[in-house]
């Protein structure tokens, strides 16, 4: 039986998800949340978080896209996407939180600025944006993956936030320029051929959203 993944297309917590079952070849059958929002009585009902990423295998419910990526690649195995080493393993956790506790919620607040005639009061936003990124620089050390010649759950949290970053600081007149790193890393990731699919996904998605906004400003 399919697992059931329920996301949204703007969502890179749920693109993140979206890697790891692809890069695992899992069957699962993609669906919006119930009633149509994340926020909707029947969605809850089923998922209480009330979020996306979540998943359904069998009776199981699970919300939280580290959650379930580590479940994932526990309950597939292969190929294994978690280092064997404990130390290493958990420095690739913190790398993985590092995306969702800071890098992603910085990048969010950038979204109000999109369609705006003036964007000053952006600059701000961008420089904690650009902060953030500094710092993942120097976390990091791809080499072209963070496991070497080998993709990891670490790796999959990235290349779709790092695109976003630049089509969204575009979009508001104020372009972030990745560090040198993270260049290599995004285009490393970004040869992969699931990798490319779903951040071409996310891509289309995110910049149908900014064209309505643009829209909304102008009409």
Known sequence: MALTFYAHPLSTYCAKVRIVLR???????????????YTSSAYRGLVPAGSVPAIKDGSF?????DAIIEYLDE?????????????????HRSVSRY???????????????????????????????????????G??????????????LADCAYPTTL???EDVSSAIGQGI?????????????????IIQEVVDQNRSAIRGWIGSKTKDKLS
């Open 23 to 37: 890069l695992k070849a899992i069957e699962f059958d993609e669906q919006l949340p119930q009633g149509g929002s």
């Open 177 to 193: 320029e990745l560090p040198r790193k993270l260049k290599d890393w995004q285009s490393a990731l970004y040869e992969d051929r």
């Open 61 to 65: 419910v699970l919300h939280d896209s």
């Open 139 to 152: 976390l990091v050390n791809p080499s072209p993956y963070l496991q070497m010649g080998k993709l990891c």
């Open 75 to 91: 309950r597939f195995p292969s190929p294994c996407m978690k280092p064997s080493d404990l130390q290493i393993r958990a420095y």
């Open 99 to 137: 995306h969702d506790t800071r890098l992603e919620p910085a990048l969010r607040r950038l979204f109000p600025f999109v369609g705006e005639a003036s964007n000053d009061r952006a600059n701000s936003e961008v420089s904690a944006v650009e902060e953030c990124l500094s710092r993942l620089a």
């Open 163 to 165: 695109f976003m970053i």
